[in-house]
Structure formats: structure tokens, C-alpha cells
């Protein structure tokens, strides 16, 4: 096995400091723990860097991996370098994983595990194990790789050194998009990220996995019965993709693998969705929300993926606008209508102003008369206010109401569509 010193990945990544990585394996060994390894990210840009020294490493997080548990891990850890300076963020008691910071750096430890998927698409039954069998349940080559940090050996069991040097992505094993479909949007990511290719066997792979459909759910079942990596999974690792500044060419990978039909169709077949979903974003809608509304059946996909309820509110409003607009459209009447009739009309319809944003990226026929009353006539006041017109005698009362709305209405229609 290739050698990479801790001495070296400390001076690669000035980030940490120095004996940094001394201290945390004298911490293992403190609590009896046999084996603890650097693994994800970090390990797959060391080795990069080794094969292009022109490489940059970004360093965001250091993923450590331990067989052990990772509670008793982080206690000793406070107990060396102090509760102050040890702070849990996250801890996770089903797949016993940790969140820190040390020192200021963000540290995640996981216990080695084994991941076995009774039903495909589920989440898994989780056993403890060493730290070469938690690398064999991993998604992609070029994740599943490790320096243990007791030996300075890298633990590379799928060629992801070579994967690195060929720039080719391929998943662990053939029945990897089978067990967990997210590893689709995975691959794509990092696709994106790091400018490499899927191998062929892979392409394959989620071609054929999403043709057959082997998961005991298809789309248009109830919602609540969708498997974890076609729900919660999914829009968790969708988060991600659209979280990373390279989203666009992920999201054409993800087309150019087929890999959008475990969403929707329409959204695979949608040429121009970036573009949809870039206004969106512009325009401060969320980009999964602008995503979900260009889906064949919005609401549906939006409960299915578990979005919040503010993105269920805009994605209703954005519905019903689009079932009134339709309604516009078939009568054909509108081209002769006022400034003031649309935002009668408009504004009578009662939705969130996202939702019109959303419409609008949806390239509605009708966008010229949203774009018009959401970035103009909407914004245009009465050009007199209630205390005007008391003050000119009038009696309070609703006429005073009629009147600041009349006069708004015909302001409005100086304006130009």
C-alpha cells in the first residue's frame, strides 16, 4: 500500500495544524480504539495532489472513521483538548456518527459500519465493523478510499488511485443503484465537482436499474410509501447538488444519465429546465422548489420529497395560478385588457408573489402580464390617502376606500404592458 504520512497531509493542508493528527490518533489509542483512518474528500484531493501538483485543495471538513464508538471517541477527545475547545454539534445514535468542532475545524466521525438493504430503496440495517468493510459500502471509487492514520497506509480496495489519474467515476458494485437510487445524484455531484466521466459499466447501471424499476413503489403511489432513497433521501442529497456551485452541470449530468426519470419524466425530457431553475434562483425562489414546480404533478412531488411548508405553500399558489391563467387563455379575451383589470384580477387570485415568480419561469404565455404586475403595477400606490380625503371632507367610511382604489386603478393605466 501507497504511504502517505501525516507529517505531509498536514503540510498539503495548512488548515491543520501542526500534530494535529498525532493528537487524534494518541486519543484512539487512549480509549482502546484499534483502527482510525482519514477518509472522503480530504483523501481523494491528497491524492490528486500527489498526481497534479497543480491541484488546489479546498479543505472544508476532516472526515475521520474509527472502530469504535464514536461517543466515548469525543469524550476523550474534550478530555484532551478541553470542553472548550470540543464542541458537539451533531451526534447521531443510529448510524453513530459525530459532529465537532476542533479548534475551530469541523471534524465528522462515524463508526465503522456494514449496511445491508433487506428492501431496495430503504434505509438500511446498520451493523458495526472494521474499516475496510465500511469502505466496500460505500457509493463511488473515488470515495472509498482511506488512510489509516496508525500506519500512514492508504486502504484502497476499487482502484480509486487509477479511477483519479483516468478521471473516471464508477459505483462499488452492480447492484449499487438497486440498493440506493440517490447514488445517482451522488455520482453526478461529483461529476460536476471534479470534471470526471461515469464509466460506461456505470451508465449501464442506472440505465438498466431505473428501467427495471425494482423498487416496491412507482411514481403516482401514494406518496407516504415511498422508499426513503425516493423521498427524504433523495431530497436531502438533491439539497446538496444544488448547494455546490458546479449544480448546473450536474443537473445535465443527471439528464444525460436518465437519472431525473426517479423525479419525473417531464423533468428528465425538459431541455430548458436549468434555464427555469437559474431565473428561479436569481429571483431568490429555492432552486429545489423551482425544480419541483416544472415536475408533471407538483404537489405530489413536493410531499413525496418532504419540502418544508413555505415551499408547499409557494408550489400550491403557483397550481392554482396556473389552473386561473388557463382559464384566461382558453377565453382569449385578455389581449384588450387594462393595466388595472390585470391587477384586479391578479390580485384577487391571493397567492405568494414566489408563486408568481415560479409561473413566470415556467414560461406561462401570460408572463408578460405577471412580470408587469409583479415588478411594476403592484408597487404603485394611490396617489392620495385616506387622511387626504378626510381632510377634503369626505366622511369616513368605505367610499374613502373606493376612491384610493379608483385612483390607484388609474394610475395604473398609464402604464404601459
Known amino acids: 500500500m501507497e504511504i502517505l504520512d501525516k507529517s505531509k497531509i498536514e503540510k498539503e493542508i495548512p488548515e491543520l495544524p501542526n500534530g494535529i493528527l498525532t493528537i487524534l490518533l494518541d486519543a484512539a489509542d487512549s480509549v482502546n480504539i484499534p483502527s482510525i483512518a482519514i477518509v472522503g474528500g480530504v483523501v481523494r484531493d491528497l491524492i490528486t495532489k500527489i498526481k497534479n501538483q497543480d491541484y488546489e485543495i479546498i479543505f472544508n471538513d476532516l472526515d475521520l472513521i474509527i472502530e469504535g464508538e464514536t461517543s466515548i471517541y469525543v469524550k476523550e477527545l474534550q478530555k484532551v483538548f478541553g470542553t472548550e475547545r470540543v464542541k458537539i454539534i451533531r451526534e447521531n445514535i443510529n448510524y453513530k456518527t459525530s459532529e465537532v468542532i476542533i479548534n475551530g475545524i469541523k471534524v465528522d466521525i462515524a463508526t465503522a459500519r456494514e449496511e445491508t438493504y433487506p428492501i431496495p430503496g430503504e434505509n438500511p440495517i446498520v451493523e458495526l465493523s472494521t474499516i475496510k468493510k465500511d469502505l466496500i459500502r460505500r457509493d463511488i471509487n473515488i470515495n472509498a478510499m482511506a488512510v489509516e492514520l496508525r500506519n500512514n497506509k492508504i486502504i484502497d480496495l476499487f482502484s480509486g488511485s487509477d479511477a483519479i489519474e483516468k478521471m473516471k467515476i464508477d459505483f462499488l458494485h452492480q447492484s449499487s443503484i438497486l440498493e440506493d437510487p440517490t447514488r445517482i445524484i451522488r455520482a453526478s455531484r461529483y461529476s460536476a465537482k471534479l470534471d470526471f466521466r461515469l464509466s460506461n459499466q456505470a451508465l449501464r447501471q442506472i440505465k438498466d436499474t431505473i428501467n427495471r424499476w425494482p423498487w416496491n413503489w412507482r411514481i403516482g403511489d401514494n406518496t407516504d410509501l415511498a422508499p426513503s432513497a425516493l423521498s427524504i433521501r433523495l431530497k436531502m442529497e438533491l439539497d446538496l447538488l444544488f448547494k455546490s456551485k458546479y449544480w448546473k452541470n450536474a443537473l445535465r449530468n443527471l439528464q444525460s444519465y436518465g437519472g431525473l426519470k426517479i423525479l419525473d419524466s417531464k423533468l428528465q425530457n425538459d431541455p430548458r429546465l436549468i434555464k427555469k431553475i437559474f431565473i428561479a434562483k436569481e429571483s431568490t425562489i429555492k432552486p429545489l422548489t423551482a425544480l419541483v414546480y416544472e415536475s408533471q404533478n407538483p404537489i405530489s412531488l413536493a410531499k413525496r420529497l ?50 408568481f415568480i415560479l409561473e413566470i419561469c415556467k414560461e406561462n404565455p401570460l408572463k408578460k402580464y405577471l412580470k408587469s404586475w409583479l415588478y411594476n403595477w403592484k408597487d404603485i400606490e394611490s396617489p392620495i390617502k385616506g387622511d387626504d380625503l378626510i381632510a377634503k371632507g369626505w366622511a369616513p367610511g368605505p367610499g374613502i376606500g373606493v376612491e384610493i382604489k379608483r385612483q390607484r386603478m388609474q394610475l395604473i393605466d398609464k402604464e404601459m404592458i
Do not use: M
Not at 415551499?311 to 403557483?318: M, R, W
Not at 388557463?326 to 385578455?334: G, L, P, T
Open 306 to 355: 418532504h419540502l418544508d411548508k413555505e415551499e408547499k405553500e409557494i408550489i400550491k399558489g403557483a397550481c392554482q395560478l396556473n389552473k386561473y391563467l388557463a382559464e384566461i387563455i382558453a377565453d382569449n379575451s385578455y389581449q384588450s385588457w387594462s393595466p388595472s383589470k390585470w391587477t384586479n384580477i391578479l390580485e384577487d387570485i391571493k397567492v405568494n408573489e414566489s408563486s
